[in-house]
């Protein structure tokens, strides 16, 4: 069984920064792709960034330059460096990993960002 543990989130004010870790555990097969998701409220969930055990990335238009996904295989964590944070940043982050039909979830941390 896999499991996923985020920590990071927190309340900043808008224009700063927060960092998001994701630490995998248990059976997981090392070719992978690791990412972030977001829900705010009334909305659906939405692909923030992912990056393959690679090295590929790709992220939503929204935070494309502001947000950086990054990882350590040897840890089997994935990191999510957000800056220039806005208010409509404000969700819920979720880690997820998928391992070709395969898929986990975190339980979720919390990012507000006042204005």
């Known amino acids: 069984q896999v499991q996923l543990v985020e920590s990071g989130g927190g309340l900043v004010q808008a224009g700063g920064s927060l960092r998001l870790s994701c630490a995998a555990s248990?059976?997981?097969?090392?070719?992978?792709?690791m990412g972030w998701y977001r829900q705010a409220p009334g909305k659906q969930r939405e692909l923030v960034a992912a990056?393959?055990?690679?090295?590929?990335?790709n992220y939503a238009d929204s935070v494309k330059g502001r947000f950086t996904v990054s990882r350590d295989n040897a840890k089997n964590t994935v990191y999510l460096q957000m800056n220039s944070l806005k208010p409509e940043d404000t969700a819920v982050y979720y880690c997820?990993?998928?391992?070709?039909?395969?898929?986990?979830w975190g339980k979720g941390t919390l990012v507000t960002v006042s204005s």
């Open positions: 990056i393959t055990s690679g090295g590929s990335t």
């Open positions: 997820n990993l998928r391992v070709v039909n395969l898929e986990y």
């Open positions: 248990g059976s997981i097969f090392r070719v992978n792709t």
